[in-house]
Nanobody, 120 residues
Framework: HVQLVESGGDSVQAGGSLRLSCAASGYTSGYCMGWFRQAPGKQREMVTVLDANGDTTYADSVKGRFTIAKDNAKNTLYLQMNSLKPEDTAMYYC????????????????WGQGTQVTVS
């Protein structure tokens, strides 16, 4: 069983940066891990995912600004967010699933509690 705990959300001005962390407990080797987000009144959307081979997928809206990385020794996933925009404001969720990554939120069976990012 995998448990995910996010941290690092905050309120920042447009153009600023944040780094989100997701501490995982349990066995995550071979898992796809990633970040989804949900803004008020909007559907949950994929931000970025990282598969066990190190391949990444990013939403078009964050390409070139966000970077996903995993420290396997710490079993921690990160999301570096630069050049933040007001439209990045959302609750950010760390997710995990066995095997291959998918872009649909309902494919992921492990979720963190979320961390709020507000950009003004």
């Amino acid at each position: 069983h995998v448990q995910l705990v996010e941290s690092g959300g905050d309120s920042v001005q447009a153009g600023g940066s944040l780094r989100l962390s997701c501490a995982a407990s349990g066995y995550t080797s071979g898992y796809c891990m990633g970040w989804f987000r949900q803004a008020p009144g909007k559907q949950r959307e994929m931000v970025t995912v990282l598969d066990a081979n190190g391949d990444t997928t990013y939403a078009d809206s964050v390409k070139g600004r966000f970077t996903i990385a995993k420290d396997n020794a710490k079993n921690t996933l990160y999301l570096q967010m630069n050049s933040l925009k007001p439209e990045d404001t959302a609750m950010y969720y760390c997710v995990a699933k066995r095997s291959w990554c998918r872009t649909s939120w309902n494919e992921y069976n492990y979720w963190g509690q979320g961390t709020q990012v507000t950009v003004s």
